[in-house]
């Protein structure tokens, strides 16, 4: 580890945001202590580390806490950048567009994801209409960073793109599979399809996204304590 000292990656096991501070460091190759969160009862310490939002992620780097998921990420790219893969390219305009499209993965698709997890229909397919809106627009912005296909993707060239991408899209299949609906329309959305199928076919994406049959139990049971319709008079 080029910068010495402890690492802890406080989060929970579902979370797509502590998912991926787990995958940016297994990428680096950088070792680090896990520790589960129980967010129901959070204790003393997990407030004093993140005393804000009170939310995981938080990275406790030698016992200094940092929290926001990509702002952690941003933080392992420039605590350990010569070690392991480079998350970001060297180019500055490159860098902005990478940062683009990971913060559109990262802020437009919980909302609507949260909002399909329901026994409302109505709510189900507005929100559902929304995911396949947006997995449009990504599929375009996809074409400049992979203009020959996805098939050569690996850990080492994933990036801070496949790293968030992999943590907001790979656990779709869970969701899919749970509430019997698709949220990737291979027609409508080739790129990201195969994208996905890649990044999903990753060792280290693997052994780093929640386990798919929990994922499916869980959403399951958010789906039946979901608030009932609304009774029409
Ligand atoms: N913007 C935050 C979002 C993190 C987040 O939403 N964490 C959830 C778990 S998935 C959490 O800690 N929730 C606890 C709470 O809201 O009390 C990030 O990117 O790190």
């Known amino acids: 580890m080029a910068a010495e000292g402890t690492l802890a990656v406080h989060g929970m096991w579902a979370s797509p945001f502590s998912k991926r501070v787990e995958l940016a460091l297994k990428v680096k190759g950088i070792p680090y202590e896990y520790v ?26 030698n016992g200094k806490p940092i929290a926001e998921s990509l702002i952690i990420l941003e933080y ?50 507005k929100a559902l209409n929304g995911i396949h809106e947006q997995i449009k627009i990504l599929d375009e912005g996809l074409k400049r960073f992979y203009p020959n ?8 060239n994933l990036g801070l793109l496949g790293v968030v991408g992999s943590s907001v899209l790979c656990p779709f299949l869970s969701t899919e ?52 319709p609304p009774q029409k008079a």
């Open 36 to 61: 589960e969160e129980d967010l129901k009862n959070k204790r003393p310490y997990f407030l004093s580390i993140n005393p804000v939002y009170k939310k995981i992620p938080v990275l406790v780097h």
């Open 76 to 125: 392992i790219e420039d605590t350990w950048k010569n070690t392991g893969p480079k998350l970001l390219p060297d180019d500055f305009y490159e860098r902005a567009q990478v940062r683009f499209w990971v913060d559109f993965l990262h802020s437009k698709f919980s909302e609507n994801v949260m909002a399909a997890v329901t026994k409302d229909g109505e709510t189900r397919e």
């Open 149 to 156: 296909g996805t098939s050569g993707i690996t850990h080492e």
């Open 177 to 228: 599979e749970a509430l019997g609906i698709q949220l990737i329309d291979p027609e409508q959305a080739p790129l990201v399809h195969s994208w996905v199928e890649t990044l999903r076919g990753i060792s280290l994406v693997k052994e780093t996204l929640p386990p798919h049959d929990k994922l499916v139990q869980i959403t399951k049971y958010f789906r039946e304590i979901s608030l009932d």
